[in-house]
């Protein structure tokens, strides 16, 4: 019910920027948190930020100070600025949104979007 529609990935140099986008749509009565999460093959997905609606952060040890999440809370999306990328950030990035439908609580994931860092 609840659709994520990501976009903004794609390929960079190292030093350069990107910013990836997610938008919520769906019969949501609220959102609690909205985040951005990172794969490579054979590893763990692993924690890149978080914003609850409230605006509070939580970003990544290996991205702090580099990328920058932030939301439109009126149209339900989440940004995350992506600053002097190295190759090591490659990976496939999605979006992650925990909220509350009339019918209960939900947590919704995005279909990913590549990232890749190269020269």
């Known amino acids: 019910q609840v659709q994520l529609v990501e976009s903004g990935g794609g390929l960079v140099q190292p030093g350069g920027s990107l910013r990836l986008s997610c938008a919520a749509s769906?019969?949501?009565?609220?959102?609690?948190?909205m985040g951005w999460y990172r794969q490579t093959p054979g590893k763990q997905r692993d924690l890149v930020a978080t914003i609850t609606s409230g605006g509070s952060t939580n970003y990544g040890g290996s991205v702090k100070g580099r990328f920058t999440i932030s939301r439109d809370n009126a149209n339900n999306t989440v940004y995350l600025q992506m600053n002097s990328l190295k190759p090591e950030d490659t990976a496939v990035y999605s979006c992650?949104?925990?909220?509350?439908?009339?019918?209960?609580?939900?947590?919704?994931w995005g279909q990913g979007t590549q990232v890749t860092v190269s020269s």
């Open positions: 992650n949104v925990r909220g509350r439908l009339t019918t209960g609580d939900f947590i919704s």
């Open positions: 769906g019969p949501i009565f609220s959102i609690y948190a």
